[in-house]
């Protein structure tokens, strides 16, 4: 289990092992109706005994991630998967009429294959293109299709499957009018400012979320490795992600 899928699994905020978010329960804002809860000792071993050293520290990360796999996220495969790159894209930032040479923009199409099967990921990846060392890169997922993270109208727009709830979303199809609409959350000229790059890709390249029985996304290339009722503690979507993830950091 790689380092980044453990980090992604700790910033995802919910997540439901076997099944698509489809049932959100409502946000409460009354701290009196929060029930009483204890927060678990996180250097309470498998074996009911604290680490006190540094020594017992990888034994007892296997056995949170492990509690963490088994209780909420599911266990992801770990058969190895083949990663092919495609540039397709390699310009400047663009915002209308102006071209900001110093941000490079680059677009990739990332495809895991994995006994004749193959799932496409777009990774758009934003850097300082003067930049006189390696710059320190921020990945995440985007939740409506990499051209909503970015008014440049070079950024492919998905082909994937989208929440048709969604502004500039017609029968679950992004169109133009989706693009930067959610610019805010991603403020590219910033970040890069300060010389860090920033990679994003579509969720839903890797997993849409809905509910089909697991038989598209990553885990149509792992049909041996579905969620059952028979193996409850196999990956579901969160994990999913996570996995993704990690692939785009390899």
Request: glycine share 8%.
């Amino acid at each position: 289990m790689t380092a980044q899928y453990v980090l992604s699994l700790i910033f995802a905020i919910v997540a439901l092992p076997c099944v698509a978010m489809s049932q959100i329960r409502p946000p409460n804002y009354e701290e009196a109706l929060v029930p009483s809860f204890e927060l678990p000792d996180v250097l309470l071993g498998r074996d009911g005994k604290r680490v006190e050293s540094a020594d017992g520290w990888e034994e007892q990360r296997t056995y949170l991630v492990e509690t963490l796999a088994n209780g909420e996220y599911g266990f992801a495969p770990q058969d190895q998967v083949e990663v092919r790159l495609e540039s397709f894209d390699d310009g400047s930032y663009t915002q209308g009429t102006e071209v900001y040479d110093a941000i490079r923009r680059r677009q990739f199409r990332v495809t895991l294959i994995r006994n004749g099967r193959s799932v496409a990921i777009d990774l758009l990846l934003w850097s300082p293109r003067h930049a006189s060392k390696p710059a320190a890169c921020f990945l995440g997922l985007n939740f409506r299709g990499n051209q909503s993270t970015t008014d440049d109208p070079n950024v492919r727009i998905t082909e994937s499957w989208c929440d048709s709830r969604n502004p500039g979303v017609v029968d679950n199809r992004a169109t133009d009018a989706s693009r930067a609409n959610q610019l805010d959350r991603w403020p590219i000229r910033e970040i890069v400012g300060e010389g860090y790059a920033l990679a994003s890709a579509y969720y839903g390249d890797i997993d849409p979320d809905f509910d089909d029985g697991f038989e598209n996304g990553v885990h149509a290339l792992y049909p041996d490795f579905r969620c059952s009722d028979e193996h409850p503690e196999r990956w579901g979507t969160i994990a999913a992600w996570a996995w993704g993830l990690s692939r785009l950091a390899d």
